[in-house]
């Protein structure tokens, strides 16, 4: 049978895209290196009008692009272009609505609106293109060396606990539904990681088993990870005990944490750990280390939650049945 995953479908279309395989592209212009992304919001996939306000949905939209800005190092947010696809019925208030969401967001964040396009489609959907401006080295998934230790910046697991509270019919906590609904890009972190000498940077928008495997494969090495250590959102392991659900299921496959994830050296690393989270508020954590590859050794080793786990196929894959993520 075909393999119609997300990730082998990318594999088969990169040999038509120049550099594909990172969170962004880095093209050369004018003498300076440009950063570019895209991606797409999508009614009943990654936002819900019973979870989020439609101008939650817009603020989403960007700041999920600009998350993966912040994965390529030290990068200025500069212009975003955005695509409305309406389906029929759709009242002009509700797409108002949107791009208030989108706009309050591009303030925040130091980003023009500059254009776009709208389009009839069957689902409600806003497509994002960001640029920005490269200031030093562009870091790549591709640079984890054996001995690199892993930063991880930002909590996990809040955004898959709201979805798991409310498809159990049950009370979201408020800091979930935030991470849910307002993903905050880590623009600073990312300088931050990139200036302390980051061998390789992702931002974890799937799932951290599945997006260190991707660091993984293009560096040719392994990880191991220390459940005790990674910076979990409060509440979501007991809310998983509470639904009778993996813990370890929920904070590293289920996606929309929108932290990064970096190889340092080891002797840099608690230091830029300790800046990148002054410098967003957010929580941060050396968690684990990049090994050498061995046959038949875990992609990427979980330890320290019972037997070790090899969780690089935790996240989501847009292409895979829902029931089975």
Not at 40 to 50: K, S, W
Not at 150 to 174: F, M, T
Not at 238 to 246: G, I, S, V, Y
Not at 282 to 304: C, Q, R, Y
Request: aromatic share 4%; charged share 20%; glycine share 12%.
């Amino acid at each position: 049978m075909e393999d119609t995953g997300e990730f082998a479908l990318i594999a088969r279309l990169a040999r038509h895209l120049r550099g594909a395989g990172d969170d962004a592209a880095v093209v050369p212009f004018g003498g300076a290196n440009l950063v570019l992304a895209a991606d797409a919001v999508v009614e009943g996939r990654h936002f819900r009008r019973d979870l989020s306000s439609l101008r939650d949905a817009g603020w989403k939209a960007l700041a999920v692009n600009l998350s993966d800005l912040a994965a390529m190092g030290s990068v200025a947010p500069r212009a975003a272009l955005v695509t409305l696809l309406r389906p029929a019925g759709c009242p002009d208030a509700d797409v108002e609505e949107l791009y208030e969401g989108l706009s309050e967001a591009a303030r925040a964040f130091g980003v023009d609106l500059v254009g776009g396009d709208t389009t009839a489609a069957a689902e409600l959907a806003l497509s994002v293109a960001v640029t920005g401006e490269l200031r030093g080295e562009p870091v790549w998934r591709s640079g984890a060396r054996p001995g690199d230790v892993l930063v991880v910046v930002g909590a996990l697991g809040g955004g898959a606990a709201a979805l798991a509270a409310a498809e159990a019919g049950r009370a979201v906590d408020p800091d979930h539904l935030a991470a849910h609904r307002r993903p905050r890009p880590l623009l600073a972190a990312g300088r931050i990681l990139a200036e302390a000498g980051a061998t390789a940077l992702i931002d974890v928008s799937d799932g951290l088993g599945q997006d260190l495997a991707h660091v993984c494969r293009a560096s040719g090495v392994c990880a191991g990870v220390d459940w005790a250590r990674l910076p979990v959102a409060v509440g979501v392991v007991a809310l998983a005990e509470t639904l009778a659900r993996d813990p370890v299921a929920l904070v590293c496959g289920g996606g929309e944490d929108y932290a990064l994830v970096a190889a340092l050296p080891a002797d840099v690393a608690e230091a830029a750990a300790a800046s990148a989270s002054a410098a967003e508020g957010v929580p941060a954590a050396v968690a684990g280390e990049i090994l050498a590859a061995s046959e038949g050794a875990p992609l990427v080793a979980l330890e320290g939650c019972g037997p070790v786990r090899d969780i690089a196929g935790l996240g989501w894959d847009h292409f895979r049945p829902q029931e089975q993520q």
